[in-house]
């Protein structure tokens, strides 16, 4: 009887250490956190400075009434030349996509003249002294790249005068405002630090702008050649830019964080 209680004993015994020795083979499921990437975030706002080239056509008609040419094109001046200054803005990143406002103003010494096509003795010149403007900005944004598209309004101001021979004798100046759109990318070189190279184009439309001639009392005509004191003409304008510049942003320096 001894012996049978021995053997049940041990036969129990060891099936409950076989019965451990599965539960502790066969682990229970282990759950891992997703691994987290941080992305530089666009949001905030910054300051900067720019500098590039301006190419612009400016056309000039005649609108002097009674004048025989009358309606007639004077002609075309490319205008040319470096141009620098600065901008300002903030933006505001959901998800990819970058929404910004931006107002930037540039200082130019770009010019150009040609001759006068209806009176040879004369040369039309003209100067764009400063373009400005306040855009809205669309982009998206690859971590620290962003291509965006930016348009609004714009505004320019330039000289003009007539010349005999060089030297200018009659004058005139204007502000004028008008549209632009354009394209760019920026990259961050730092959380603080980016930089960007930025296509536009401006457009000016038409406006007339009043010449005043100097008189020349012992001829029926004036110093530009023209039979009136006062020679209002038409010229129209459209620019191109290409700049490259850098801003030094301020705001949210935290990354943007994604789980995969």
Do not use: H
């Amino acid at each position: 009887m001894r012996k049978v209680w021995l053997a049940s004993t041990a036969a129990a015994a060891l099936i409950g250490g076989s019965a451990d020795a599965a539960d502790m083979a066969v682990p229970g499921p282990v759950y891992r956190p997703l691994p987290v990437v941080a992305y530089f975030t666009w949001s905030g706002c910054y300051v900067g400075g720019n500098a590039g080239g301006l190419w612009a056509r400016t056309d000039w008609t005649d609108q002097i009434p009674g004048d025989p040419s009358f309606g007639a094109d004077f002609g075309r001046q490319t205008v040319d030349g470096g141009l620098g200054g600065g901008q300002a803005g903030c933006n505001y990143q959901l998800g990819g996509w970058v929404l910004g406002l931006q107002g930037d103003y540039d200082w130019s010494q770009a010019t150009g003249n040609s001759a006068n096509v209806v009176f040879p003795l004369l040369s039309d010149q003209s100067s764009i002294r400063s373009l400005w403007s306040l855009t809205g900005r669309v982009g998206y944004a690859w971590d620290r790249f962003l291509l965006y598209g930016k348009g609004g309004g714009a505004w320019e101001r330039s000289d003009y005068n007539i010349a005999i021979g060089g030297f200018p004798v009659a004058l005139t100046a204007e502000t004028r405002g008008g549209w632009t759109v354009g394209i760019g990318g920026e990259y961050a070189f730092l959380d603080w630090l980016t930089g960007f190279i930025e296509y536009d184009y401006y457009n000016f439309g038409t406006n007339t702008n009043t010449f005043v001639c100097a008189p020349v009392t012992t001829m029926p005509f004036n110093a530009c050649g023209f039979a009136t004191a006062n020679a209002p003409i038409n010229v129209t304008i459209s620019a191109n830019v290409l700049k490259a510049g850098l801003n030094f942003k301020f705001g949210p320096t935290a990354p943007l964080l994604a789980r995969y």
